[in-house]
């Protein structure tokens, strides 16, 4: 079973820039997370999605982050203007959306901001 | 807010002996428990899960023990090798949308 995609996987950008990295989730799986994880840190949840409708995304900055997920199969996370402080892994994650179903993370997408 | 968060931020042992981690977590509503590795440069794996309705489960290797009276956790690696050698996060699932919180995590050291 293919698990879940994610690209690019290190992008280095100056702030101020744009970025915007893909996730592609394991088949079938209905929900769908974009993670934070900056260096020494636990994973924060940046937005999660079953199938194509935003489930919780009260700690997404919505200023500057957004997400999408249209066809309710794979998403979209966009940041821009980009700032230091977003140096950090971008982290997608899938599950079947059952209450107490695994989730399961790709390896991330590795954002440099200078 | 965060919840979910460790005693120790790093454990270092000796190949082959047991390892344990500890996770403390503060929401009482939470019942689903997980417990995920991170090596370097690569994304969280899962280890082993509980319910809340549970005390120990086992797996190859791993014991994860519940204790919900003191809203404790843990991980038991058996036999520990250099392989286990990463960091490795406690999760709990809130009963409500299935909303995922990490700890802080624990970085596992294994020598040789």
């Known amino acids: 079973e293919a698990g879940v995609a994610q690209s690019p996987r290190y992008k280095i950008i100056e702030k101020r820039q744009s970025v915007a990295f893909w996730c592609n989730p394991i088949?079938?799986?209905?929900?769908l997370y974009w993670y934070q994880q900056i260096l020494g840190q636990g994973p924060k949840l940046l937005i999660q999605?079953?199938?194509?409708?935003?489930?919780?995304d009260s700690q997404l900055p919505k200023d500057r982050f957004s997400a999408e997920r249209l066809k309710g199969v794979d998403s979209t996370l966009k940041i821009q203007p980009a700032k230091l402080e977003d140096s950090a892994v971008y982290l997608c994650?899938?599950?079947?959306?059952?209450?107490?179903?695994?989730?399961?993370f790709g390896e991330g997408s590795w954002l440099t901001v200078v | 807010g965060e919840s979910v968060g460790l005693h120790l931020p790093t454990l270092s042992v000796q190949e082959g002996d047991n390892s344990i981690i500890n996770c403390a977590y503060s929401?009482?509503?939470?019942?689903?428990f997980i417990w995920y590795k991170q090596e370097s440069g690569k994304g969280p794996q899962f280890i082993i899960d509980?319910?809340?309705?549970?005390d120990k489960r086992q797996g190859q290797r791993v014991t994860v023990l519940l204790n919900k009276t003191v809203k404790h956790l843990s991980l038991q690696i058996a036999a520990t090798q250099p392989g286990d050698s990463a960091v490795y996060f406690c999760?709990?699932?809130?009963?409500?949308?299935?909303?995922?919180?990490f700890g802080q995590g624990t970085e596992l050291s294994v020598k040789p």
């Open positions: 509980i319910r809340s309705n549970m």
């Open positions: 929401n009482s509503a939470s019942d689903y």
């Open positions: 994650a899938s599950s079947t959306g059952n209450s107490g179903n695994t989730i399961y």
């Open positions: 999605f079953q199938n194509n409708g935003v489930v919780d």
């Open positions: 088949s079938g799986h209905a929900t």
């Open positions: 999760a709990e699932i809130l009963n409500q949308g299935g909303k995922l919180i």
